[in-house]
C-alpha cells in the first residue's frame, strides 16, 4: 500500500520528497486509530439506514466529500493532475468498480450486523491473489493457498455460529448481505489490481482523488434505479450521517498522509484491525452481540488475511 515512487520522465502527481519515517510505534498507533475510523464509519452508516437515511446517499455524500479532501491535499503538495489516456481510462475503470464495491458494501451493511459484513469483504486479499493469478500473474504461494480454506473455515463459522442470532433484529438479511459483501470484496481486489498493475506510477492523493470523484458522480447517476437519494427522517440519522462522512474522509485522507511516511511497518497486517472496531463499536452502539462461535470464526479470519498480508511479496 506504500506509494510507489514514480519513474523518471513521467510527470503524474509527482510529489516533494517525503520526510523520514517515524518510529515504528508510533506508524503503528497511527494506522490503528484510522483503522478503527474506517471501521466506525460503517457502524454510523448503519445507524443513518436505520434512521431513514438511503444507501445512495451516503455513498454521494461521503465520496464527494473524500474528494474535495484529496483535492486540497493535492494542490497542497503541489501535484501535477495531467495524467495520459491509458492512465485515465484505467483510472477510469478502477473508479467504477470501486462504485460498485461502495455500493455493495454499503448495501451489505445495511442488511447485516457491520462487523459480518466487514469480515466477508475483508477477504480482499485473497480476491486479489486469486484475480492476479487468473490474469496472468504468479501462481498464489504456499502461504496463500493454506490462509484461503482458514478464512473459508472462519467464514462458515461466523456467518452460521450462532443460526438466528439476529432474528429478532429488524433489517437483517444474512444471505443477500454476505452475497453483496462478496461482490464488494471481489470488485475491491480487481480495483487493487488495476491500481498495482496499471496505475503505479500515479500518486496515491492524485489516484484516490480520481477514484472518489468517480465514486460520487457514478452514485448520482445510480441513485434514481437504488432507491435515491432519500435524507435521514430525523436528527440522529443526520448525526449519524454526518458521522459517516467525517470517519471515512478523516480516515482515507490520513491513510494517504501517513503511509508514505511508515517505513517498514507492515501497513496492511494493522489495517486488519477495522473489522474489530466495527465489532466493538457495532456492540456498543448498535448492540449487535455476537456468539462465541461467531467471534472463533472472525479471529480465523482475520488470522488467515494477516497471514497472507505479512507473507513476503
Do not use: K
Amino acid at each position: 500500500m506504500l506509494r510507489p515512487e514514480t519513474p523518471a520522465g513521467i510527470d503524474i502527481g509527482q510529489a516533494r520528497p517525503d520526510p523520514a519515517p517515524p518510529p515504528p510505534l508510533v506508524g503503528v498507533i497511527a494506522l490503528l486509530l484510522i483503522a478503527t475510523a474506517m471501521g466506525s464509519n460503517h457502524v454510523a452508516g448503519r445507524m443513518a439506514f436505520d434512521h431513514g437515511t438511503s444507501v445512495p446517499l451516503a455513498v454521494v455524500t461521503r465520496a464527494g466529500v473524500t474528494a474535495v479532501l484529496m483535492a486540497l491535499l493535492v494542490r497542497q503538495a503541489g501535484l501535477s493532475l495531467a495524467l495520459p489516456r491509458v492512465t485515465l481510462t484505467g483510472a477510469a475503470a478502477a473508479g467504477l468498480l470501486m462504485s460498485l464495491q461502495s455500493l455493495c458494501l454499503t448495501s451489505a451493511v445495511a442488511r447485516m450486523p457491520v462487523a459480518l459484513a466487514l469480515l466477508v469483504f475483508n477477504t480482499f486479499p485473497i480476491m486479489l491473489a486469486l484475480l492476479s493469478w487468473l490474469t496472468g500473474g504468479e501462481r498464489p504461494s504456499r502461504r496463500a493457498l493454506t490462509a484461503m480454506p482458514l478464512a473459508l473455515a472462519g467464514l462458515s463459522l461466523a456467518l452460521g455460529g450462532r443460526p438466528g442470532a439476529f432474528a429478532g433484529q429488524p433489517g437483517q438479511d444474512l444471505i443477500t448481505g454476505s452475497l453483496l459483501a462478496l461482490c464488494a470484496s471481489v470488485c475491491f481486489g480487481s480495483v487493487l489490481l488495476i491500481t498495482t498493475r496499471w496505475l503505479p506510477a500515479v500518486d496515491g492523493r492524485v489516484r484516490t482523488l480520481v477514484l472518489t470523484g468517480v465514486v460520487a458522480l457514478v452514485g448520482l447517476a445510480a441513485a434514481p434505479f437504488a432507491g435515491g437519494l432519500v435524507p435521514p427522517r430525523d436528527a440522529t440519522g443526520w448525526y449519524a450521517l454526518a458521522a459517516l462522512t467525517a470517519l471515512y474522509a478523516a480516515g482515507l485522507s490520513s491513510l494517504f498522509v501517513v503511509l508514505p511516511r511508515l517505513g517498514a511497518v507492515n501497513n496492511a497486517a494493522v489495517m486488519n484491525f477495522e473489522p474489530i472496531a466495527a465489532l466493538i463499536g457495532a456492540w456498543l452502539v448498535l448492540d449487535q452481540a455476537m456468539g462465541w462461535l461467531q467471534l472463533v470464526g472472525a479471529a480465523l479470519v482475520i488470522l488467515a488475511i494477516v497471514r497472507l498480508s505479512t507473507g513476503r511479496r
